[in-house]
């Protein structure tokens, strides 16, 4: 009995013992950063992300998918990505909705941070990046410091995603339009109602502003309020120390309200989306047109180019309110992926870290500048001879501090909705202090 | 005594038999019903008394009558039944009329029945997403169709942009709507229609009925069940309208054209609150079949048409 006692504990320590070196053994592997030179056997990876296959004047898109099809090729029988990317915003966060109700989440997905993700982040359902920047450096360091704003979230420690696109709100022009109505570029808010005010006198019409996709009023209320009140409004109006229907808020809404009211926005605001709002400025039936960066690629991929071909195009700063804060902009970081941890193995996750940096290398995105010239993330190093870039880079490289959208700092996640929906009432007759209330009313319904 | 007995035995035997037949033919359907309707049913009935932000594995908290507070104090939630009465009050008052008259046109006997039969089917056969983007493409007051007849008539006069004015733009849907279904309500008084025996028409038109007489004495009575299917369909097909509002105002602006199916879908996808949307959905459920009994009971068979 003795013997059997003493039998069964030497074979209960040994398999105490061998079962730390198996975990041990584990969590080497575990805490491996190096994707590229690990194993892989067959994963499948599935990525969400808002481009179209087949697209002929996306160049992002045809560049993802010629990456995509490369990075099975060279991966064959070890890692095979499947694309499940919707281009359409709504159905596309819906469908990532639902994914993670039910658990059954996508491998990596495009988003574009602050509240929107930010559950995710707190449930602990995203990947935190930071052991893998610090083993590859030269990846991190690829990356503009102002585009990690994306993947950073108050309260949380770790670096949550890799943003790749960048942007910054800007003033497009026409150079003939301008002219032909004695107008000059505007540089300061009152500069631009007085541009306005000689176009349509010139039978000319200054804007034809769209908010049908409901983002570009919440979009120019967070630039003005920035170039109104400095970069420290975004974090005041976040913590409640500055509320969307004060003084302040209403003021930059009155700002909005008055441009409608003089007819200087156009007719049709809210049938009107961004891309017939582009379209009628690329033909030449408005004057100005306010909107991302992104536009430099769209205008020079368009189809209309007479305009850009022609260099009569410009492209500045939105006008400041407060000359003070001129250079501050609204913009950063984009487009970020973001890796799942929700129901996935270590393998998969591990593939899918090797995928998405094999995305986002400063030689892979300056690929992808060449077949969409635009602002990215990283530190693109080619020039693309598109001027309208050339002129944003100058800009950007001259800001002396910027902020997202003003939603995104909210801890209310409804924010973004909220705030969007509610502007649109300024293009309907509410009163500048209605709008405000009116946000205010909804987000406490939110709470 | 045997004999008797011997024919219970069998009789049993086949009772049994058909008792176990019929249970495995039922099955299917049932478990079907079961794990499409009544689970989910059950699941949003259960949600709707609790918080959950949608996330996999977070804690469903439970908050009691909240959510139905909350939903029923919510000024939003009111404007949106007062559209969803909008459509009701346009399906009853436009609809019903336009698609019986069609219905009665088409069972008529005019020579190139069967093209117009087919040409006021047609615009229920384009898909609500196409006559949507169809019709918020002829509105537009940039490129739209006034614009197109402005242009063409040398004048410049503003063009209001309809789907942006508040009960304007729901009452706009609504028409669009009742253009779009006219053709598919048609069918349902067309088949009500046919089925009166001409017999009867022929024999009022002997004694001197006129017309109209026939239809109100003949014709409307006798399609009670017609006019039954249709309230039903209308009411409740009105309750839960979201395809043709979401494609041409996306319930806007400023949620001004929402409907409560447009609340329950914006509560949950974009405003995380999965169990508010639960509420909605369960409200909407309760609406649905009330109204649904009401109306069967207004139509009931032993109560005659009022004209």
Known sequence: MKRLKKAAAICLAGF???????????????????????????????????????????????????????????????????????????????????????????????????????????????????????????????????????????????????????????????????????????????????????????????????????????????????????????????????????????????????????????????????????????????????????????????????????????????????????????????????????????????????????????????QMCEYSPTTYAEKVTIDTGNYLLNDVNVIMAENTDSRLNLPNYDTNSSATDTIRNSLQALATGASAQEVGDNIVDKMSAYE | MPKNSSVHRVKNKIDKKDITVTILFLIPAILICAVFIIYPVIDTFVLSFKKWNGMF?????????????????????????????????????????LAFGLALLVTSKIKGISLFRTCYFLPCMLGTTAVALMWTFILNPNFGVFHVIENWLGIDLPIPDVLAVKTLNIWIVILVNNWMYAGYNMLIFAAGLVAIPETLNEAAALDGASGWQRIRYITLPLMKNSFKVFSILCITGCLKVFDIIWAMTRGGPNDVSSTPSIMLYTQGFSYKFFGRSSAYGVILLVLGVTLSIVTNHILREDKDLVM
């Open chain 1, 16 to 366: 105490t013992a061998l079962s730390t070196v198996g975990v041990t053994g584990v969590y080497a592997e575990e805490a491996n950063y190096d994707v590229d030179n690990m194993e892989f056997e067959n994963v499948e990876l599935r990525v969400a992300f808002r481009f179209t296959r087949d697209s002929e004047i996306d160049g992002q898109a045809k560049w993802y998918y010629e990456m995509v099809d490369q990075f099975n090729q060279e991966n064959e029988g070890r890692i095979h990505v499947t694309d499940e990317s919707i281009s359409t915003e709504s159905d596309y966060l819906e469908k990532l909705t639902t994914d993670f109700a039910s658990g059954d989440v996508p491998n990596a997905f495009v988003e574009y941070g602050g509240s929107r993700v930010k559950e995710y982040v707190e449930a602990g359902y995203l990947l935190d990046l930071t052991s893998y920047l610090e083993k590859y450096p030269d990846w991190k360091d690829g990356v503009q410091e102002f585009a990690w704003a994306t993947t950073e979230f108050d309260g949380v420690e770790g670096t949550y995603g890799i943003p790749w696109s960048a942007y910054q709100l800007c003033l497009y022009y026409n150079k003939d339009l301008l002219e032909a109505a004695g107008a000059q570029e505007p540089e300061s808010w009152d500069d631009l109602v007085d541009a306005c005010g000689k176009l349509k006198e010139a039978g000319i019409q200054p804007f034809n502003y769209s908010d049908k996709d409901n983002y570009h009023y919440e979009h120019l209320i967070g630039v003005l309020a920035l170039k109104a009140y400095g970069p420290e409004i975004a974090e005041e109006l976040a913590s409640d120390a500055e509320s969307y229907n004060g003084e302040k808020m209403v003021a930059i809404y009155q700002k909005m309200k008055d441009m409608i009211d003089a007819g200087y926005w156009g007719d049709a605001i809210l049938s009107t989306d961004v891309a017939t709002e582009r379209s009628m400025f690329e033909a030449g039936q408005a004057a100005f047109f306010i909107d991302g960066t992104w536009n430099c690629g769209t205008f020079q991929n368009g189809s209309d180019r007479t305009l850009f071909d022609a260099e009569k195009i410009g492209v500045t700063r939105v006008p400041y309110i407060d000359e003070a804060y001129k250079t501050v902009e609204m913009g950063g970081g984009s487009d970020t992926y973001y890796i799942t941890t929700l129901n996935q193995s270590e393998e998969e996750i591990a593939a899918t870290v090797k995928f998405i940096k094999y995305l986002t290398t400063v030689n892979a995105i300056n």
């Open chain 2, 57 to 97: 594995g977070a804690v469903k908290q439970w908050i009691g009558m909240e959510n139905y507070y909350k939903i029923l104090t919510d000024k939003m939630f009111w404007n949106a039944m007062l559209n969803s009465v909008y459509f009701m009050v346009g399906g009853f008052i436009i609809l019903m009329p």
